[in-house]
């Protein structure tokens, strides 16, 4: 197996240490992701930027991390799903909600349900939505801006997830304890 380095900010490539001390300063500490993507400055700020700005979409701080964790199950990715279950909670993601996505399970709420279900569509059938999809999501009470902004967030965790995949990330120890493996059935 190829190895990939694990930077912080006193050893990444110049370029990235900058990006990397912005990380520490949100996070406390410089995330696993963020670390191996540093081996490629771009790809770093690529996804902190395109981070900022799913930040800005008009989905609410909970309707993100249920984007983000769905795409990230849909992906199998054991990083992202470890570190945003324990994001989640902050964003005013509840308990039996966080369990269904990290199970495959439907949502307690079917609004919430009708978005994960639109974000997991795009995932299988690669972006390819059918009319019935694009309308039980538009009747749940979702925007079409919304399509635009669970697309933007599919972009950024297929950054990371597939990083994730080719480095074999580890987990941060902050994010252990949501440690994460797919169900076999969901």
């Known amino acids: 197996m190829t190895e990939f380095n694990l930077y912080d900010e006193t050893n990444a490539p110049e370029a990235a240490r900058s990006i990397l001390n912005t990380a520490k300063g949100a996070f406390g500490f410089v995330p696993n992701l963020l ?8 790809a770093a700020e690529a996804y902190l930027t395109l981070a900022g700005i799913v930040d800005k979409t008009s989905l609410s701080p909970a309707e993100r991390q249920i984007v983000l964790l ?3 199950y849909e992906n199998t990715c054991h990083y992202c799903m470890a ?3 324990t994001l989640a909670g902050g964003a ?3 308990a ?3 369990d269904a996505l990290r199970s495959g ?3 307690p709420d079917a609004r919430q349900d009708a978005l994960a279900q639109f974000a997991r569509t795009l995932v299988q059938e690669r972006g390819y939505a059918s009319e019935a999809d694009i309308k039980a999501f538009l009747d749940a009470g ?4 919304n399509i635009f902004d669970v697309i933007t967030a599919t972009a950024l965790k297929t950054i990371s997830n597939y ?3 080719v480095a074999e990330t580890p987990v941060d120890e902050a994010f252990e304890p949501q440690s994460w493996t797919r169900p076999e059935a969901a």
């Open 35 to 42: 670390g191996t993507l540093a081996e490629s400055p771009a």
């Open 70 to 72: 769905t795409v990230s």
């Open 83 to 85: 570190a945003h279950s």
């Open 92 to 94: 005013g993601v509840d």
């Open 96 to 98: 039996a909600t966080l």
């Open 105 to 107: 399970a439907a949502l």
């Open 142 to 145: 979702f925007t079409k801006a």
């Open 163 to 165: 990083a994730n995949h």
